[in-house]
């Protein structure tokens, strides 16, 4: 087998490369435009082609300056594998076989009217195009993330006709779920009811980098046992998404109402109600609010009991 020495050698004796004008231009330009894309909207999505672009620069960096010694190569060879490695990282503390995070959707029927093709509000549900699908796209993003995620879409108010209970039982339901969830995983460190608000489109959206995003807010049920520990959780969320995506939290919101279930929020400690946009966002726009609030769990989720 040849040493590395003796490959570099071979490298160096071999022809200068000469790139084409056209070709050194165009990959300033990529590179420049790639260094001004700053935008943390995209940052989550941006992370893998950012890798690779890295990973390319640098390469053609060391195979055109293989001239200038081999400390130099050596260098940046060591840089290429560093940044390489720290892009594609996971939390050594979340990334394990038990599943970390639960979703689910206690009202699982909450739609969209663009995705609908509908203008009454009234019809924003749907048995198969739904919030779910919201739910889906976030626990998706954290596995890629090695976050292993329960993501639960049973159809509730299905469930609730089988039964003869009426909608303000969904939370019994939903409940019932929760808890034999957490009592066949102990690992669950992240318990989140995946919601979107009734609210007009003025008070769910907002733009971000010149980008239509849903807001998000966090629902805490303050007659509950874990009240002050869901309020923790809350307050962590919230003040990460607002450093990161500043405009987009509409803060944390404290119900005092006579809800049967409490939101679940009594059965687990780190447990919250997030409401992701409105019914009048689309589908595109929520699957960015799923991006964002997925980028915010992935910043916290290591901070948790």
């Known amino acids: 087998m040849q040493t590395d020495k003796e490959l570099l050698d071979k490298v160096k004796n071999s022809?200068?490369?000469?790139?084409?004008?056209?070709?050194?231009?165009?990959?300033?330009?990529?590179?420049?435009?790639k260094a001004n894309r700053s935008n943390k909207l995209y940052r989550f999505k941006e992370k893998i082609k950012y890798t690779l672009a890295t990973a390319l620069t640098l390469t053609l960096i060391i195979w055109l300056s293989f001239f200038n010694g081999t400390e130099y190569v050596t260098s940046s060879f060591q840089t290429l594998l560093s940044t390489v490695n720290q892009n594609n990282s996971v939390h050594p503390t979340i990334n394990s076989s038990e599943p970390t995070v639960f979703i689910y959707h206690t009202h699982n029927t909450e739609s969209f009217m663009p995705l609908l093709d509908t203008d009454d509000t009234n019809k924003a549900f749907d048995k198969e195009k739904n919030i779910t699908m919201v739910g889906k796209r976030i626990a998706d993003i954290l596995e890629m993330q090695g976050i292993n995620v329960l993501?639960?879409?049973?159809?509730?108010?299905?469930?609730?006709?089988?039964?003869?209970?009426?909608?303000?039982?969904?939370?019994?339901?939903?409940?019932?779920?929760?808890?034999?969830?957490?009592?066949?995983?102990?690992?669950?460190?992240?318990?989140?009811?995946?919601?979107?608000?009734?609210?007009?489109?003025?008070?769910?959206?907002?733009?971000?980098?010149?980008?239509?995003?849903?807001?998000?807010?966090f629902v805490i049920y303050q007659n509950n046992s874990n009240y002050e520990e869901n309020f923790k959780v809350a307050e962590l969320l919230h003040e990460t998404l607002e450093d990161n995506y500043p405009g987009v939290s509409r803060g944390i919101t404290i119900s005092q109402g006579s809800n049967r279930g409490s939101y679940n929020q009594d059965l687990f400690r780190n447990s919250l109600l997030i409401e992701i946009g409105g019914f009048e966002n689309t589908l595109e726009e929520e699957y960015r609010g799923a991006e964002i609030i997925s980028d915010v769990i992935i910043d916290v989720l290591d901070k948790l009991d």
């Open 15 to 33: 022809f200068e490369l000469e790139p084409r004008p056209e070709f050194v231009r165009e990959t300033k330009r990529i590179l420049i435009t």
């Open 151 to 217: 993501h639960d879409n049973t159809d509730i108010v299905q469930q609730l006709e089988n039964r003869g209970l009426e909608y303000e039982d969904s939370y019994l339901i939903s409940g019932e779920i929760v808890k034999n969830v957490l009592d066949e995983h102990e690992s669950i460190k992240l318990v989140l009811d995946i919601h979107r608000d009734s609210l007009d489109r003025s008070f769910t959206t907002t733009n971000f980098g010149g980008t239509e995003v849903p807001r998000i807010s």
